[in-house]
């Protein structure tokens, strides 16, 4: 698991077995992802952390996945059938969404309702009702309740309005006119529902209040975040050059620079309104002018992470579906012939690319959605670890001590979380005192032979031996060290010895 996924997946523990939630201004985002995850243990009848898997967690994301790609079936009726076809095979075979759609993290969830909130909005400018404003609301407080990156979209949505508004001479006349005091309820519902629904969030159902008001007031702590050059500082290409010109798996450069060709295809005919005669030209406009502004958004901002760039991509991979509809509209049937064939070849390199990155490259630095990813001698230290407990009298119930800079032990909570005597701490105190096993970073190695040996009367000194007899990273170029004792050591050769 990543890291975050395993701080989320700890989070969530509290709430699991405590059945509370405390909303975090500065860490952790919002609740939903939280909430959703009750849903998901309680049907398997688990109330305790040590219980859990990977797939009760992320199990979440990958239904949010797939709700995505059905709402691109409700987007039909305003995309038209051919271009929803396209669209829907380029999402469930987008490498990108693949990978974030296994991780258990928030930003499919805002993908989500975000694009909820857009269908919702849609279906209310056709039928301007008071039940496609409410359920526009509830999608609009759901975003909020998820993460804080949502006041962008919020701003994305605005401009998108104003612009439109703008662009059409007639001032969008496909829909038809509404009276302002009808329009201004309408809004007034949308508000009132999107604020209720992250209220019920944030005060964690009505037990903590001051949830709501830290869910407003984190927007100054995340908006200093976002300009911090110092913490996940990337150029301002960094999304275009890992959707359209990596190359890792020999496909991968063909098929970005023809997703960023289709995608321009699609958004000079969203604009220039040369699509599907049943096709809705607002909807179209509306994806292109908001994919277009979240992307210079998120290129504009310092603060980088390859989950983020779903926010865009989705829309992105709409319009790329669009380009497939205008080239699919050459009237010669030999030229329409080759560029089926090519579509076919096209989709299934996705489909062998998106399989590379997912399950062959899944953790590999190589994979350009790979970031900061623990190495797989995180399960080698802690497999290490159970196996040592279980030769000690207390078993699960050992005392085990990780020291690591800067608080850099995760995932290892979340792999360690079945026993309770365990202790994480940033740096060595004077109070450390020596446990049956203990986990480092290697700088710390002799300042805690020190502290255990040197500090100590010699009737009371351990013998301590490599927790592993080999170099292992936490991730690449962040090494992690161990220790046992040597009484600890013996217990488990001659458990070992007795095993059949």
């Given at each position: 698991?990543?890291?975050?996924?395993?701080?989320?997946?700890?989070?969530?523990?509290?709430?699991?077995?405590?059945?509370?939630?405390?909303?975090?201004?500065?860490?952790?985002?919002?609740?939903?992802?939280n909430y959703l995850t009750l849903i998901s243990t309680w049907l398997q009848s688990k109330f305790s952390l040590e219980h859990l898997d990977e797939f009760d967690l992320r199990i979440i994301p990958a239904i949010s996945g797939f709700l995505c790609l059905l709402i691109l079936c409700?987007?039909?009726?305003?995309?038209?059938?051919?271009?929803?076809?396209?669209?829907?095979?380029?999402?469930?075979?987008?490498?990108?969404?693949?990978?974030?759609?296994?991780?258990?993290?928030?930003?499919?969830?805002?993908?989500?309702?975000?694009?909820?909130?857009?269908?919702?909005?849609?279906?209310?400018?056709?039928?301007?009702?008071?039940?496609?404003?409410?359920?526009?609301?509830?999608?609009?407080?759901?975003?909020?309740?998820?993460?804080?990156?949502?006041?962008?979209?919020?701003?994305?949505?605005?401009?998108?309005?104003?612009?439109?508004?703008?662009?059409?001479?007639?001032?969008?006349?496909?829909?038809?006119?509404?009276?302002?005091?009808?329009?201004?309820?309408?809004?007034?519902?949308?508000?009132?529902?999107?604020?209720?629904?992250?209220?019920?969030?944030?005060?964690?159902?009505?037990?903590?209040?001051?949830?709501?008001?830290?869910?407003?007031?984190?927007?100054?702590?995340?908006?200093?975040?976002?300009?911090?050059?110092?913490?996940?500082?990337?150029?301002?290409?960094?999304?275009?050059?890992?959707?359209?010109?990596?190359?890792?798996?020999?496909?991968?450069?063909?098929?970005?620079?023809?997703?960023?060709?289709?995608?321009?295809?699609?958004?000079?005919?969203?604009?220039?309104?040369?699509?599907?005669?049943?096709?809705?030209?607002?909807?179209?406009?509306?994806?292109?002018?908001?994919?277009?502004?979240?992307?210079?958004?998120?290129?504009?901002?310092?603060?980088?992470?390859?989950?983020?760039?779903?926010?865009?991509?989705?829309?992105?991979?709409?319009?790329?579906?669009?380009?497939?509809?205008?080239?699919?509209?050459?009237?010669?049937?030999?030229?329409?012939?080759?560029?089926?064939?090519?579509?076919?070849?096209?989709?299934?390199?996705?489909?062998?690319?998106?399989?590379?990155?997912?399950?062959?490259?899944?953790?590999?630095?190589?994979?350009?959605?790979?970031?900061?990813?623990?190495?797989?001698?995180?399960?080698?230290?802690?497999?290490?670890?159970?196996?040592?407990?279980?030769?000690?009298?207390?078993?699960?119930?050992?005392?085990?001590?990780?020291?690591?800079?800067?608080?850099?032990?995760?995932?290892?909570?979340?792999?360690?979380?079945?026993?309770?005597?365990?202790?994480?701490?940033?740096?060595?105190?004077?109070?450390?005192?020596?446990?049956?096993?203990?986990?480092?970073?290697?700088?710390?190695?002799?300042?805690?032979?020190?502290?255990?040996?040197?500090?100590?009367?010699?009737?009371?000194?351990?013998?301590?031996?490599?927790?592993?007899?080999?170099?292992?990273?936490?991730?690449?170029?962040?090494?992690?060290?161990?220790?046992?004792?040597?009484d600890l050591k013996n217990n488990y050769i001659q458990l070992k010895s007795l095993s059949p």
């Amino acid at each position: 698991m990543h890291g975050d996924e395993a701080v989320h997946a700890i989070k969530f523990g509290y709430l699991l077995e405590n059945d509370y939630y405390e909303y975090d201004p500065e860490e952790y985002h919002g609740p939903t992802l939280n909430y959703l995850t009750l849903i998901s243990t309680w049907l398997q009848s688990k109330f305790s952390l040590e219980h859990l898997d990977e797939f009760d967690l992320r199990i979440i994301p990958a239904i949010s996945g797939f709700l995505c790609l059905l709402i691109l079936c409700g987007f039909m009726r305003f995309l038209g059938k051919t271009v929803t076809l396209f669209a829907l095979a380029l999402c469930t075979l987008s490498p990108a969404m693949v990978f974030f759609s296994r991780y258990y993290i928030q930003e499919m969830l805002l993908v989500l309702f975000t694009m909820a909130a857009f269908i919702s909005f849609a279906f209310y400018t056709k039928h301007k009702n008071y039940s496609w404003a409410f359920l526009s609301g509830v999608c609009i407080g759901l975003m909020h309740a998820t993460k804080e990156t949502c006041i962008i979209a919020y701003g994305a949505f605005f401009i998108t309005g104003l612009s439109l508004f703008f662009l059409n001479k007639n001032k969008l006349s496909q829909i038809e006119k509404t009276s302002s005091t009808i329009f201004a309820c309408h809004g007034l519902v949308s508000i009132i529902t999107a604020l209720l629904i992250s209220a019920l969030f944030f005060s964690s159902f009505f037990s903590h209040s001051t949830g709501v008001i830290d869910s407003f007031a984190t927007f100054e702590t995340y908006f200093l975040r976002a300009q911090d050059v110092s913490m996940h500082q990337q150029p301002w290409y960094y999304y275009l050059e890992i959707l359209f010109f990596t190359n890792i798996t020999g496909f991968d450069l063909v098929n970005g620079i023809t997703h960023l060709i289709l995608f321009l295809i699609g958004l000079y005919a969203s604009l220039t309104n040369r699509i599907p005669k049943n096709a809705y030209q607002f909807i179209f406009k509306a994806i292109s002018i908001y994919t277009l502004l979240i992307l210079i958004i998120y290129s504009l901002l310092p603060y980088k992470t390859p989950w983020c760039m779903l926010n865009f991509y989705i829309g992105i991979l709409i319009i790329a579906a669009l380009g497939c509809w205008v080239l699919f509209q050459i009237r010669s049937l030999m030229l329409k012939s080759l560029f089926l064939c090519l579509s076919i070849v096209f989709l299934s390199s996705i489909a062998w690319q998106s399989w590379q990155y997912n399950f062959l490259l899944s953790n590999n630095p190589d994979n350009p959605f790979v970031y900061a990813h623990p190495t797989p001698d995180v399960l080698t230290l802690c497999n290490k670890v159970e196996q040592y407990a279980k030769a000690d009298p207390k078993q699960n119930n050992i005392a085990i001590q990780i020291i690591c800079k800067d608080s850099d032990y995760w995932p290892m909570p979340w792999y360690l979380r079945t026993f309770p005597n365990i202790g994480y701490w940033p740096k060595i105190e004077s109070y450390t005192t020596p446990t049956p096993i203990v986990i480092f970073s290697p700088e710390y190695k002799s300042e805690i032979i020190n502290q255990f040996y040197n500090n100590r009367s010699p009737g009371e000194k351990d013998l301590y031996v490599p927790l592993v007899n080999e170099t292992l990273e936490l991730r690449p170029g962040i090494g992690i060290d161990g220790m046992i004792t040597m009484d600890l050591k013996n217990n488990y050769i001659q458990l070992k010895s007795l095993s059949p």
